[in-house]
C-alpha cells in the first residue's frame, strides 16, 4: 500500500505542474475586478473603465471597476494586496498609491513592493493649475502677484489629503513663496464643482478631468505642471517657463497581487498595450 500511494502520489505531482499550466492558458475563465482606490468621476476611473472595456470586448467576460476611495488611496490599494492572486483581482495603482503614501504614512496596509507584482505602466500626465473664473488673474505671473499681496486670504483645494494634486499645490506655493488654505476634497469632481460655485480660489489636479472644463470656460487654465508646453494645449504656459524647475507629473499603472503567474501578467501587459497603444504622454 505505502509503495502504491508513492507511486500515485508521485503521478499526481508530476501532473500538478501541467494542470497549473492549463489553468493559466485558460485565463480568464470568470470576471475580472479593477479597484480604483479613489472615487469615481477621476482619471484613475476614468483610465480603469477604458482598460475594461477593450479587455471586456476581446475576452468576453465581465470586467467590474470597483472604487475604494479613502486615505490617498491606501484603503482600496490594501483590499487589493490581500487579494488571492490569482488574476481576477486587479488594482489601478498611481503615484499616490505606490510612491507618495509609503512616505507619508508611518502604518499601511500594504507594502507597494512586496505586495504587488507590476503589471504595465497605464498612463503619465501633467497637472493643470486653474483657477475660478472671478479670481482677476490669467497667467501664472499674475497669479503670483496677487497670491503675494493677499499672502493667507486665499484657499486651494485638492483631491484630498496627500494626493498628488495636494503635493504638487504644496510644491506651487513653497516655490513662489506664499501660504493659502487648503481645502480637501473628495474626489476631483467633488474640487472642481466647489470652484466652479466659488468656494475655492484655485487647485492644480489631473488635466485628463480638468481640462474639458477649461475648454468649456468653467474654469480658468493658467498653466501645465510640466518644465515645457504639451501637445494637448500647446498654447497653455508650462508653469516651469515662470518658475524654471518647477515639475510634477502623474502616472498610472496597473498591478496584481504579489505571486500572480507570470504567463497572466504577461498576457495582461499585452492588453495594456493592445488598448493604451503605449500611450505616455
Same mark, same amino acid.
Given at each position: ?158 483631491? =484630498?489629503?496627500? $494626493?498628488? %494634486?495636494?503635493?504638487? @499645490?504644496?510644491?506651487? !506655493?513653497? #516655490? &513662489? *513663496?506664499? +501660504? ?42 493658467? =498653466?501645465?505642471? $510640466?518644465? %515645457?508646453?504639451?501637445? @494637448?494645449?500647446?498654447? !497653455?504656459? #508650462? &508653469? *516651469?517657463? +515662470? ?39
Amino acid at each position: 500500500m505505502r509503495r502504491r500511494d508513492f507511486l500515485m502520489a508521485a503521478a499526481v505531482g508530476s501532473l500538478l505542474p501541467q494542470t497549473i499550466a492549463r489553468g493559466q492558458d485558460a485565463w480568464p475563465q470568470r470576471n475580472i475586478t479593477i479597484v480604483v482606490p479613489f472615487l469615481a468621476g477621476g482619471s484613475a476611473d476614468l483610465v480603469a473603465r477604458l482598460f475594461a472595456n477593450h479587455f471586456q470586448a476581446k475576452y468576453q467576460v465581465s470586467v467590474v471597476v470597483e472604487n475604494k476611495g479613502g486615505a490617498g488611496g491606501s484603503i482600496g490599494t490594501g483590499i487589493v494586496a490581500k487579494a488571492p492572486p490569482d488574476g481576477y483581482t486587479l488594482l489601478l495603482g498611481t503615484v499616490s498609491t505606490h510612491t507618495i503614501n509609503p512616505a507619508l504614512y508611518s502604518r499601511l496596509q500594504y507594502d507597494p513592493e512586496r505586495d504587488f507584482a507590476p503589471i504595465s505602466p497605464l498612463v503619465r500626465f501633467p497637472n493643470l493649475l486653474v483657477v475660478r473664473n472671478q479670481l482677476p488673474v490669467k497667467s501664472v505671473q499674475e497669479l503670483i502677484a496677487y497670491a503675494k499681496a493677499n499672502d493667507g486670504k486665499l484657499n486651494y483645494g485638492s483631491s =484630498g489629503n496627500g $494626493t498628488s %494634486s495636494h503635493l504638487c @499645490a504644496v510644491m506651487f !506655493l513653497r #516655490a &513662489i *513663496g506664499t +501660504t493659502m488654505t487648503h481645502i480637501p476634497f473628495r474626489a476631483s469632481s467633488d474640487e472642481m464643482a466647489a470652484m466652479i460655485g466659488g468656494q475655492i480660489d484655485l487647485a492644480i489636479d489631473s488635466m485628463t478631468t480638468i481640462w474639458p472644463l477649461a475648454q468649456g470656460g468653467e474654469v480658468r487654465a493658467l =498653466g501645465v505642471s $510640466t518644465a %515645457s508646453r504639451v501637445a @494637448a494645449a500647446p498654447d !497653455l504656459p #508650462a &508653469i *516651469g517657463e +515662470t518658475l524654471p524647475g518647477f515639475e510634477a507629473t502623474g502616472w498610472q499603472g496597473l498591478f496584481a497581487p504579489a505571486g500572480t503567474p507570470q504567463p497572466i501578467i504577461e498576457k495582461l501587459a499585452e492588453e495594456v498595450i493592445a488598448s493604451f497603444c503605449c500611450r505616455m504622454s
